[in-house]
């Protein structure tokens, strides 16, 4: 599934830069659909061994978790990404398009600084935690908090690609008439 941003429809270009952005979103997209698909058969399995064979894998439930925070959390940042976020914008689009384009900028730094406190947060939980064991897995419970790090990490490289797409006058939300134009 190769990736579309809603950028490169109005206008924009793939530079070297975009492409590798895109590369990391599909990488990211790649590993949560594998994380899916995993997460899927460790519940057939505990399915299976507690209906079947009368005898739970208890790990199952630690594992579960651990994976859905992977999930949740590249996906996220692919959202970021890929402008597939929820977003509510009528309220916006009442405004002349100056005070829009601000509000755009707003959205883009906020959600960078967002990512910012992210990371710098789960870097704050893995050192504490690294040798704090998740029960019934025995791995370190800073893989946690390594998902944590990584979304907010490329949250921050995503919206600051973003920024930088605006400030080179690249349409990365798509021109569309509104009523605060008198298009309408």
């Given amino acids: 599934m190769a990736i579309e941003p809603q950028r490169r429809a109005h206008g924009g270009t793939a530079g070297p830069v975009d492409r590798a952005l895109d590369a990391i979103a599909r990488l990211g997209t790649a590993v949560s659909s594998v994380l899916l698909v995993t997460l899927i058969v460790i519940f057939g399995w505990l399915v299976w061994g507690r209906y079947v064979m009368n005898d739970t894998p208890t790990w199952v439930e630690q594992a579960s978790l651990m994976i859905v925070s992977w999930i949740v959390f590249i996906s996220a940042a692919v959202g970021v990404r890929e402008h597939t976020h929820l977003r509510i914008e009528f309220i916006r689009d009442l405004f002349p398009a100056p005070i829009r384009i601000t509000l755009e900028y707003v959205a883009d730094l906020l959600m960078l600084a967002f990512g910012a406190v992210m990371f710098w947060q789960g870097l704050g939980l893995l050192g504490p935690n690294w040798d704090r064991a998740v029960p019934m897995l025995g791995i370190s419970e800073s893989w946690r908090f390594l ?24 349409d990365v939300d798509g021109a569309k008439a509104t009523p605060a134009d008198g298009a309408l």
């Fill in 147 to 170: 998902a944590f790090c990584v979304c907010g990490g490329l949250v921050v490289v995503f919206s600051l690609a973003r920024i930088i797409d605006r400030l080179r006058g690249i």
